[in-house]
C-alpha cells in the first residue's frame, strides 16, 4: 500500500521557521515529480512548491517563493519543504504529493498528482 505522511507542522509565532517532511512507503517515487500544496479554511488548495525527480528543478508559487526551500533525499524515500519567515497567511493545512511513476517533474496543478499525504497543520500566529 502506498503511502506519503507528512510531519513537522506545528504552531508558530509569526517570523519563526518550520521543516515539514514527507516519508513515503509501499514504492519509490525516484522517479516522480514531487510537490507541496496547501488548504486554508475556507479556500481552495493551493500550489506552493514542486521538484523534479533529481531535485535538480525546483518550482515555487509566488508567495512563498524565497522564504521556502522543497528538498528530496531519493535515498530515504523522503520529501522536506524548510519553510522560513513565516507569515500568518502561510496558516493552512500542508500536503505533500507525488506523480505517478515516470512523471518526472513537479507541476503547480494538483490534478497531475496521483498520490497524497493526509496532510498536517502549520499554524502561524501574529
Known amino acids: 500500500q502506498v503511502q506519503l505522511v507528512e510531519s513537522g507542522g506545528g504552531l508558530v509565532q509569526a517570523g519563526g521557521s518550520l521543516r515539514l517532511s514527507c516519508a513515503a512507503s509501499?514504492?519509490?517515487?525516484?522517479?516522480?515529480?514531487m510537490g507541496w500544496f496547501r488548504q486554508a479554511p475556507g479556500k481552495e488548495r493551493e500550489f506552493v512548491a514542486a521538484i523534479s525527480w533529481s531535485g535538480g528543478s525546483t518550482y515555487y508559487a509566488d508567495s512563498v517563493k524565497g522564504r521556502f526551500t522543497i528538498s528530496r533525499d531519493n535515498a530515504k524515500n523522503t520529501l522536506s519543504l524548510q519553510m522560513n519567515s513565516l507569515k500568518p497567511e502561510d496558516t493552512a493545512v500542508y500536503y505533500c504529493?507525488?506523480?505517478?511513476?515516470?512523471?518526472?517533474?513537479?507541476?503547480?496543478?494538483?490534478?497531475?498528482?496521483?498520490?497524497w499525504g493526509q496532510g498536517t497543520q502549520v499554524t502561524v500566529s501574529s
Open positions: 504529493a507525488a506523480r505517478s511513476s515516470g512523471n518526472y517533474y513537479g507541476t503547480p496543478d494538483a490534478d497531475d498528482y496521483h498520490y
Open positions: 509501499g514504492r519509490t517515487f525516484r522517479s516522480s515529480g
